[in-house]
Structure formats: structure tokens, C-alpha cells
């Protein structure tokens, strides 16, 4: 079955950096498009950034930070620069069957905190 894990979150200080990682298995990586989303205390789930055949990104996240993936590590990230307090959530990081994003994840790992102190 299909297994995301991700790893890499922490409490840092507004304006530091962090870079998140979440590694699949069961399914066949290079094939699928892959994004991360955030959950903050009280709101929704909302999408952060995606990359498949293209890499889109949230307006709130535009030019702070950036999607990548290591398809022979099975490894998407995200590395988070000039961190806010508002960035402040757990974040997801989520997979799709297919290779274009689409806005549908179909797997979803189990989330990794991030907090940001002012």
C-alpha cells in the first residue's frame, strides 16, 4: 500500500528556514504528482504547492518557498525560507494517481508540525 512519511518540522524563529521532506513507497513515484497542503488550529486544509508536469504554488507561499522532488529517493520537499507565524500548521504532504496535478490527492501522509515563534 501506498505510504507517505514526512519529517523535517520543528519550532523555528520568524524569518529562519526549514525544509520538510516526505518519502513514498508502494507506489511508482516518478508517475504521480505530488504537493503539500497545511492545516492550521480551527481552519482548513490548504494547499501549498504541487509539482507533476508543472510546479504551481499558493499565493500566500509565492517566492518564500519551493517544491521539489528526487524521483530516485522516492522524496518530494519543501524548503520554507522567511517563515511567518502565520505559517504556523501541521503540513501534509499528499500524492495523486495521476502525473498531472489535478487539485485530488489520493494519499495523504500523517502530517508534520511546524511552528513559528515571533
Known amino acids: 500500500q501506498v505510504q507517505l512519511v514526512e519529517s523535517g518540522g520543528g519550532l523555528v524563529q520568524a524569518g529562519e528556514s526549514l525544509r520538510l521532506s516526505c518519502v513514498a513507497s508502494?507506489?511508482?513515484?516518478?508517475?504521480?504528482?505530488m504537493a503539500w497542503y497545511r492545516q492550521a488550529p480551527g481552519k482548513e486544509r490548504e494547499f501549498i504547492a504541487a509539482?507533476?508536469?508543472?510546479?504551481i504554488y499558493a499565493d500566500s507561499v509565492k517566492g518564500r518557498f519551493t517544491i521539489s522532488r528526487d524521483n530516485d529517493k522516492s522524496t518530494v520537499y519543501l524548503q520554507m525560507n522567511s517563515l511567518k507565524p502565520e505559517d504556523t500548521a501541521v503540513y501534509y504532504c499528499?500524492?495523486?494517481?495521476?502525473?498531472?496535478?489535478?487539485?485530488?490527492?489520493?494519499?495523504w501522509g500523517q502530517g508534520t508540525q511546524v511552528t513559528v515563534s515571533s
Open positions: 508502494g507506489m511508482t513515484f516518478s508517475t504521480n504528482a
Open positions: 499528499g500524492a495523486a494517481r495521476t502525473r498531472y496535478w489535478a487539485a485530488s490527492v489520493d494519499y
Open positions: 509539482t507533476g508536469r508543472s510546479t
